[in-house]
């Protein structure tokens, strides 16, 4: 699919700030000179294209007053898709990925984040897919926040 002005221009400013307003996309519209109808139909078609994969919130589990971690397994390559079922069926798992490593010395191939309203819950859900799995799961705790932002520069007005 190739990217038209309109196409960039809308992508350049989904990245951020997304309008809390009870018409998000009309008031982008507004924003990028175009029409409601126009814009909800360009981000379809682009997600529909695999453009981008999401158009969701990120929210910040620690200010809301829970807690997460990121957990990694070491999953026989012919169980990846029931183990990765049962992760995926917990509400609190944000993330879930498969990472061949090359470090031999990090033989973990299964990647989620995982969060709960307190560390005890987290420990016990932890337990819970060892136990359904038969596999253990490493928990790997923050011990220092780095946030990073990313925002591609999509559209720079041409």
Excluded: C
Aim: proline share 5%; charged share 30%; aromatic share 6%.
């Amino acid at each position: 699919m190739e990217l038209t002005r309109e196409d960039k221009k809308i992508l350049h400013r989904l990245q951020s700030n997304f309008p809390l307003t009870p018409h998000p996309f009309r008031t982008l519209a507004e924003e990028l000179g175009l029409e409601e109808s126009e814009v909800l139909r360009r981000t379809r078609a682009m997600a529909e294209k695999g453009i981008f994969r999401r158009l969701g919130p990120i929210i910040d589990t620690h200010e809301m007053g829970n807690t997460a971690s990121l957990m990694a397994m070491r999953v026989p390559e012919g169980r990846i898709e029931e183990v990765s079922r049962t992760i995926n069926a917990y509400t609190g798992v944000s993330h879930n990925y498969l990472r061949k490593g090359k470090n031999k010395e990090i033989p973990y191939n299964v990647w989620f984040t995982m969060s709960a309203p307190n560390k005890q819950e987290l420990v016990r859900l932890i337990k819970e897919i060892e136990e359904k799995t038969g596999l253990e799961v490493r928990n790997l705790p923050t011990t220092k926040k780095f946030k990073i932002g990313v925002k591609f520069n999509i559209y720079s007005g041409e």
